[in-house]
């Protein structure tokens, strides 16, 4: 697939006309990363923003004690990034791979004087990163006032959604990135794993995981509470 066919594909650029992608593609850097790989650390200068076209990449903070609390998990098509080159400043936060990588990156002086010369375009991002932050809005609720399991099945059936629906799904991360994720510790991740599983939630094999009673997750998604 081209680089103009990627780029069409990506949410933050949905309806762009051929004219606008050529713009765009014209300024952007095609870049691989290595698993593990730094991208940008805490405080850095924001020079530009990103977008995954293959691989991962996890945005996170480390505690003055040196834990670390990964904040999200970006995969195909997800920007990041933005909103630091958009408004002048620094990263909020490090970004590092989780796996080889290839990402676009796009410088923030060039993008921003290709949003000058057509306005629209930044129509189009507003439009996809109030959406986002709506999902953050909410992801911030279930992470600061629920408990980890009302956690733990608000994160799989958002995990399905992403999947297509799916009640078949495969765990992109490791169990301890997930727990980070969560905030918890792997310990608990995995006691809490058992737990709903022993009681037909769902059922794992390995990263494999099948939803068996998605009216009950969603429950405990919205209670934030496990039956003893």
């Given at each position: 697939?081209?680089?103009?066919?990627?780029?069409?594909?990506?949410?933050?650029?949905?309806?762009?006309?051929?004219?606008?992608?050529?713009?765009?593609?014209?300024?952007?850097?095609?870049?691989?990363f290595?698993?593990?790989?730094?991208?940008?650390?805490?405080?850095?200068?924001?020079?530009?923003?990103?977008?995954?076209?293959?691989?991962?990449?996890?945005?996170?903070?480390?505690?003055?004690?040196?834990?670390?609390?990964?904040?999200?998990?970006?995969?195909?098509?997800?920007?990041?990034?933005?909103?630091p080159?958009?408004?002048?400043?620094?990263?909020?936060?490090?970004?590092?791979?989780?796996?080889?990588?290839?990402?676009?990156?796009?410088?923030?002086?060039?993008?921003?004087?290709?949003?000058?010369?057509?306005?629209?375009l930044?129509?189009n991002?507003?439009?996809?990163?109030?959406?986002?932050?709506?999902?953050?809005a909410?992801?911030?609720?279930?992470?600061?006032?629920?408990?980890?399991?009302?956690r733990?099945?608000?994160?799989?059936l958002?995990?399905?959604?992403?999947?297509g629906?799916?009640?078949?799904?495969?765990?992109?991360?490791?169990?301890?990135?997930?727990?980070?994720?969560?905030?918890?510790?792997?310990?608990t991740?995995?006691?809490?794993?058992?737990?709903?599983?022993?009681?037909?939630?769902?059922?794992?094999?390995?990263?494999?995981?099948?939803?068996?009673?998605?009216?009950?997750?969603e429950?405990?998604a919205?209670?934030?509470?496990?039956?003893?």
């Amino acid at each position: 697939m081209g680089i103009i066919e990627l780029v069409s594909k990506i949410p933050l650029f949905h309806g762009l006309s051929r004219e606008q992608l050529d713009e765009v593609v014209n300024i952007l850097i095609d870049q691989t990363f290595e698993r593990g790989q730094t991208i940008f650390s805490e405080d850095e200068e924001a020079s530009g923003f990103f977008v995954v076209i293959t691989g991962q990449v996890k945005i996170f903070k480390v505690s003055h004690e040196g834990k670390e609390q990964i904040l999200h998990i970006f995969g195909h098509g997800e920007s990041f990034g933005e909103v630091p080159v958009f408004g002048g400043g620094r990263f909020p936060a490090n970004a590092e791979t989780l796996a080889k990588s290839r990402l676009f990156f796009f410088p923030r002086a060039a993008f921003l004087k290709l949003i000058k010369k057509d306005p629209s375009l930044a129509m189009n991002m507003l439009s996809e990163l109030s959406r986002r932050l709506r999902h953050f809005a909410h992801l911030i609720e279930e992470l600061s006032l629920k408990e980890v399991p009302g956690r733990l099945a608000a994160y799989l059936l958002y995990l399905s959604e992403r999947q297509g629906g799916k009640n078949e799904l495969e765990l992109d991360i490791t169990k301890g990135q997930l727990a980070s994720l969560l905030g918890t510790i792997p310990e608990t991740l995995s006691r809490i794993l058992g737990k709903i599983s022993s009681q037909g939630l769902i059922k794992m094999q390995g990263r494999k995981l099948r939803i068996l009673g998605r009216k009950a997750l969603e429950d405990l998604a919205e209670s934030g509470k496990l039956l003893l």
